[in-house]
Structures are given as C-alpha cells and as structure tokens.
C-alpha cells in the first residue's frame, strides 16, 4: 500500500488539526493503520493506531483524551483529529500501514513497514 499524509499547517496552541492519510493499493481494508511523528531532533515516536474494522485504536499517552485515529474503508483513508494542540506536539507526522489486519499484542506501534511522506504540524504557543 502506497500512502500520503496531508492536512497540516500552522495552528495556535489550543486549536485542532485533523491530518489524513490517503492509501492506494487493493489491501487498505485488510490493513491495520498507524500514525507516527518525529519531532526536530528527537527520534520517530508512535501516536496512534488501529486494527482493519477500526475495532482497536490504541494511543500513546501523551495524546490521549486529544487526538482521535479513524478510518474510512471505503475511501481508503486515515484520519488523525488532534484537538487542544500543544508546543510539544509540533513534528512531522507519518502515516504507515502494517501488513496485518491487527496489530501486535501489547505493542501496537510495531512491525508498520509501509510509510507515506509526512505532513508538517507546528503548534506555536
């Protein structure tokens, strides 16, 4: 599966972003889907994920209750809807997909192998 990430920008901190992932590729559906995000500096760290049917999401715990990974089967998509946006969250984001419809027991940030370019997200204060 081929992916790109879209939907960033600039925002204050407060605000929301939601970043998509568009997928190609006939196996999306069957395809549990992550987002990454490397921040200057600092090495590529999990965010999120979820299995196939959108059944399971799992989030890192520095965003939970603020960010929401979604997915839209049909049109082959990925959404990440970051809410009450902090300084720290500024990076660029990646989208990735793991060839598996589920993801890995007690480590859901494992074994993604397909990346997508990232999209920038600055969250100034």
């Known amino acids: 599966v081929q992916l790109q990430a879209s939907g960033g920008g600039l925002v204050q901190a407060g605000g929301s972003l939601r970043l998509s992932c568009t997928a190609s590729?006939?196996?999306?559906?069957?395809?549990?889907m992550g987002w990454f995000r490397q921040a200057p500096g600092k090495e590529r760290e999990f965010v999120a994920a979820i299995t196939w049917n959108g059944g399971s999401t799992y989030y890192t715990d520095s965003v939970k209750g603020r960010f929401t990974i979604s997915r839209d089967n049909i049109k082959s998509m990925v959404y990440l809807q970051m809410s009450i946006l902090k300084p720290e969250d500024t990076a660029v984001y990646y989208c990735a997909a793991r060839n598996s419809r589920r993801l890995v027991v007690g480590r859901p940030e494992a074994d993604f192998n397909s990346w997508g370019q990232g999209t920038l997200v600055t969250v100034s204060s």
């Open positions: 590729g006939r196996t999306f559906s069957t395809t549990a």
